[in-house]
């Protein structure tokens, strides 16, 4: 399968402070970014759906001001977490879709995990 | 609604064979994933059928029925590091990845 790169894998931040997670696929011109996040023993949690070039589109209860998502190029997603706070504290991972002869892989990268004290 | 089922949770022998189904009844059908998912760590793609019938992947197989709503992840000669959860997703007609709950497969010695 194609291959899909995420960093950092993990990081720490203080209450207030920002954090930029960059999300690329490697092999392969991704059509469609997925954000997701997920925490211990539950399901995956779609948070936004972005095209290269344009503006996110975020599911309900995700706050866009917050969860700042820029899809610059065909493989390259990242996802900003704006004045981060504890309960933000969660496994985010990315995802990519490539789109070929009505087929439609969609491939995740290694995840990275926030900390927010 | 749109819903996919798959079992809970299974259980099998190292070195036997196992089937996980999925049934779906979705709005619209672009494709069926199966991804792999260990503990901690983001799901890993194992397959992707969009026409009907069976894809074998070394000791990973997966088979759909588009007319019956019906997909099977088959896996052979079992290894511990097998143990995990598998999902099951089904990009809809507007594009939309629906997922399954997930069935966590244990095997034991």
């Known amino acids: 399968g194609a291959v899909v790169s995420q960093h950092p894998s993990r990081v720490i931040c203080k209450s207030g402070t920002s954090v930029k997670i960059e999300c690329r696929s490697l092999?392969?011109?991704?059509?469609?970014m997925f954000w997701y996040r997920q925490f211990p023993k539950k399901s995956l949690m779609l948070m936004a759906t972005?095209?290269?070039?344009?503006?996110?589109?975020?599911e309900q209860g995700v706050e866009k001001d917050k969860f700042l998502i820029n899809h610059a190029s065909l493989t390259l997603s990242t996802l900003t977490v704006t004045s981060a706070h504890p309960e933000d504290s969660s496994f985010y991972i990315c995802?990519?879709?490539?789109?070929?002869?009505?087929?439609?892989?969609?491939?995740f990268g290694p995840g990275t995990r926030l900390t927010v004290t | 609604g749109q819903n996919i089922d798959q079992p809970t949770e299974m259980t099998a022998t190292e070195g036997a064979i196992v089937q996980i189904n999925c049934t779906y009844q979705?709005?619209?059908?672009?494709?069926l994933f199966w991804y792999q998912q260990h503990a901690g760590e983001a799901p890993t793609f194992l397959s992707y059928?969009?026409l009907d019938g069976l894809e074998e992947k070394g000791r990973f197989s997966s088979f759909l029925s588009r007319s019956k709503g019906y997909s099977y992840l088959l896996l052979k000669e079992l290894q511990m590091k097998d143990s995990a959860s598998y999902l099951c997703?089904?990009?809809?007609?507007?594009?939309?990845?629906?997922w399954g709950a997930g069935t966590k497969l244990i095997i034991k010695p």
């Open positions: 995802s990519a879709r490539g789109a070929r002869e009505g087929r439609y892989e969609q491939y």
């Open positions: 092999d392969f011109q991704a059509t469609t």
């Open positions: 972005s095209n290269e070039g344009s503006k996110a589109t975020y």
């Open positions: 979705t709005s619209g059908f672009n494709g």
């Open positions: 059928n969009v």
């Open positions: 997703a089904v990009l809809d007609s507007n594009y939309q990845l629906i």
